[in-house]
């Protein structure tokens, strides 16, 4: 059974920072892409970064790029999303997801694995 479990989401002020973590199990992590989308209430679910299975390639959305960075230890089979001069408006549930194929995709379609979310709140 896989299982995909986030932490450290919070309350934070605005440009504030936060990491999150997406620990894998039941699964062949190292071969799988990972990602991180977030749901605002009300809104779409909606791409935020990816990393390959080995970690070389990565994409994230225009609206956090350079701000956040995601990368992967599958040594520990965790990847992570490192989120640093945070907005009001990146409030939100973050979830984790998982892709077999192991390349980066930007659509919730190519997933196969998702995690139960973890809160982001950015205060102004």
């Known amino acids: 059974q896989v299982q995909l479990v986030e932490s450290g989401g919070g309350l934070v002020q605005a440009g504030g920072s936060l990491r999150l973590s997406c620990t894998a199990s039941?699964?062949?992590?190292?071969?799988?892409?990972m990602g991180w989308f977030r749901q605002a209430a009300g809104k779409e679910r909606d791409f935020v970064a990816v990393?390959?299975?080995?970690?070389?390639?990565?994409a994230y959305s225009d609206s956090v790029k350079g701000r956040f960075t995601i990368s992967r230890d599958n040594a520990k089979n965790t990847v992570y999303l490192q989120m640093n001069g945070l907005k009001p408006e990146d409030t939100a549930v973050y979830y984790c997801?998982?892709?077999?194929?192991?390349?980066?995709?930007?659509?919730?379609?190519?997933?196969?694995?998702w995690g139960q979310g973890t809160q982001v709140t950015v205060s102004s």
């Open positions: 997801a998982a892709r077999r194929a192991g390349t980066v995709a930007k659509d919730v379609t190519n997933y196969d694995n």
């Open positions: 039941g699964l062949t992590f190292s071969r799988n892409a």
């Open positions: 990393i390959s299975w080995s970690g070389v390639s990565t």
